[in-house]
C-alpha cells in the first residue's frame, strides 16, 4: 500500500468495481462454452467477451492483533471498525479465486487456502459445482505468495491442484521470497511463509514463468505493480471487447479499513 500515491490508490480502487467500464482492446471467441448457472457461493458476469466467475474459499473471522495494521494503533483500527458498524477487536476476511474465460483460455487468479480446512479452503467443491474441470485450466496466475493465494496451487497429496497449467508468477515476488539470503534475515514471525512458498513450488521446480509489470501476459491480461502488501504484490488488468476489469487482490482486502484509509 506504501508504495502507491493517493491519486494512483483512488484510481485503483475506483476501477476496482466489478462493473468497471473501459475501453479496451478485442478478445477472441471463448474456447470453452460459457456457463449460465448460479450457485451459493461463486458469481459469473460478463467483461466484454470474457466470463469472469468469482469462486468463494471461505471465510474467515480472526483475533485483531496489535500489528495487523502496521502503521496504525489497536485503538485507531478498533475506531475504523467502530466507524464501518463492524464488531471491535475481530476482523472477517472474504477469501476468493477468480475463475476468468478470456476467450481462448481459462485462467485463474490465485488459489485460495488450499485443501479444505473448516471454513476455509473451498475452491475445489465450488468449482466441481459449477462444472469446472481443474485440468481444463490453461493457467494459473499469482498476485503474491501470501499462503490464502498460492496453497491452492497444489493439492493435500503434494500433487499439482491445475495440472495441466502454466503457473504465472510476478518476478518481484519470486526474487524477494525464494531468496534464501532474505529467508536467513526475515523475523522468526515470517519465516514460515518463506518455508511454505518452498514447499508450495516445489512440484513445478524449473515450471514456474515469472512476469514483470504492464506487459500483457495472456491475451487481454496485464500486471500492474500494486507492491506494498509485498515487495512483488501485484494487480491485473483484464480487457475484454470495449470493457474491462481492475482485479487489485489484496489492495483493499478489509475495505473498511483500507478503503476508507488509504
Excluded: C
Excluded at 473501459?22 to 458476469?45: H, N
Excluded at 485483531?64 to 483500527?77: C, I, K, S
Excluded at 503474491?144 to 497449467?165: K, M, Q, R, S, W
Excluded at 509489470?213 to 488488468?237: C, M, Q, Y
Amino acid at each position: 500500500m506504501s508504495a502507491l500515491s493517493r491519486r494512483d490508490f483512488l484510481a485503483v480502487t475506483t476501477a476496482a468495481t466489478a462493473a468497471s467500464v473501459l475501453p479496451a482492446g478485442s478478445a477472441a471467441l471463448a474456447a470453452a462454452p460459457a456457463a449460465t448457472s448460479q450457485v451459493p457461493s461463486a458469481y459469473r458476469y460478463k467483461v466484454g467477451d470474457a466470463e469472469v466467475t468469482v469462486v468463494s474459499d471461505g471465510i474467515r473471522t480472526i483475533p485483531l492483533g496489535d500489528t495487523f495494521v502496521r502503521n496504525q494503533p489497536r485503538e485507531a483500527v478498533n475506531g475504523a471498525l467502530k466507524a464501518a458498524y463492524l464488531p471491535e477487536n475481530q476482523v472477517t476476511i472474504n477469501f476468493n479465486v477468480l475463475l476468468v474465460n478470456t476467450g481462448g483460455k481459462l485462467i485463474v487468479i490465485d488459489t485460495g487456502n488450499g485443501p479444505a480446512q473448516g471454513t476455509v479452503g473451498l475452491t475445489q467443491g465450488t468449482l466441481k459445482a459449477i462444472g469446472v474441470d481443474p485440468k481444463s485450466v490453461d493457467a494459473v496466475v499469482i498476485s503474491h505468495f501470501h499462503g490464502d493465494h498460492i496453497n491452492g496451487l497444489v493439492t493435500a497429496e503434494g500433487t499439482p491442484a491445475y495440472p495441466n497449467a502454466q503457473v504465472m508468477v510476478p518476478e518481484a515476488e519470486w526474487a524477494f521470497w525464494m531468496d534464501d539470503g532474505n529467508m536467513s534475515r526475515a523475523p522468526d514471525a515470517q519465516k514460515g511463509a518463506f518455508q511454505n512458498a518452498r514447499r508450495v513450488f516445489k512440484p513445478f521446480e524449473g515450471k514456474v514463468e515469472r512476469f514483470g509489470w504492464d506487459k500483457e501476459i495472456i491475451s487481454g491480461l496485464t500486471p500492474v505493480a500494486t507492491n506494498g502488501h509485498t515487495p512483488g504484490h501485484t494487480s491485473f488488468r483484464l480487457a475484454s471487447g470495449d470493457k474491462s476489469l481492475f482485479v487489485q487482490a489484496d489492495v483493499t482486502n478489509i475495505p473498511a479499513l483500507f478503503l476508507r484509509n488509504p
